[in-house]
T-cell receptor, first 116, second 115 residues
Framework: GAGVSQSPSNKVTEKGKDVELRCDPISGHTALYWYRQSLGQGLEFLIY????????KSGLPSDRFSAERTGGSVSTLTIQRTQQEDSAVYLC??????????????FGQGTRLTVV | AQKVTQAQTEISVVEKEDVTLDCVYETRDTTYYLFWYKQPPSGELVFLIR??????QNEISGRYSWNFQKSTSSFNFTITASQVVDSAVYFCALSESNTGNQFYFGTGTSLTVIP
């Protein structure tokens, strides 16, 4: 696709429910990243995929968070038993090659998650 | 420890003034990359520039210019003759060749240009 696409744009969920956030990276980009941005805050790294593998899951806040990537393309971030502190904008980014090489990340528009 | 520091949380300038956004980074790698992103009120992060650690040449793109100084570990961003459309949050970021698993972002500087 032309850019990184995320869905849904907005999600309101009740505390305790599970949510799935989807990311469609730029076609051909092997690296994919999930970040979280709380209101007025910076970007918090969650997880990195190279192809379908996740070499770095160090940023996932708890075992309620999981992510997968299939076909080297679409990725899904799942949050189980959502809590109010999970409310944030979840950003997905992709790059041609991994961070640390001559490449930049391109970001989607984000999914704004509100847990009520 | 924070790898990227943007000490200026908020800046306000009057239209047509010049403004410099500061970025200081920390890394032990000899090969690394520095970036600036713009996040307008619409929310989507927009890539502005990438520099590698071996190229300290300053860069100018229209009203934007970047000053990379390895001696002070800084990568500052100047907007000349600011405009209202420049109002946004600006993020500086770093990626390292030896830990190529993420882009490290600063906490951002919120720039408001007053007409």
């Amino acid at each position: 696709g032309a850019g990184v696409s995320q869905s849904p744009s907005n999600k309101v969920t009740e505390k305790g429910k599970d949510v799935e956030l989807r990311c469609d990276p730029i076609s051909g980009h092997t690296a994919l990243y999930w970040y979280r941005q709380s209101l007025g805050q910076g970007l918090e790294f969650l997880i990195y995929f190279q192809g379908n593998s996740a070499p770095d899951k160090s940023g996932l806040p708890s075992d309620r968070f999981s992510a997968e990537r299939t076909g080297g393309s679409v990725s899904t971030l799942t949050i189980q038993r959502t809590q109010q502190e999970d409310s944030a904008v979840y950003l997905c980014a992709s790059s041609e090659s991994p961070a640390g090489t001559a490449t930049e990340a391109f970001f989607g528009q984000g999914t704004r998650l509100t847990v009520v | 420890a924070q790898k990227v520091t943007q000490a200026q949380t908020e800046i306000s300038v009057v239209e047509k003034e010049d403004v410099t956004l500061d970025c200081v980074y920390e890394t032990r790698d000899t090969t690394y990359y520095l970036f600036w992103y713009k996040q307008p009120p619409s929310g989507e992060l927009v890539f502005l520039i990438r520099r590698n650690s071996f190229d300290e040449q300053n860069e100018i793109s229209g009203r934007y210019s970047w000053n990379f100084q390895k001696s002070t570990s800084s990568f500052n961003f100047t907007i000349t003759a600011s405009q209202v459309v420049d109002s946004a949050v600006y993020f500086c970021a770093l990626s390292e060749s030896n830990t190529g698993n993420q882009f490290y972002f600063g906490t951002g500087t919120s720039l408001t240009v007053i007409p």
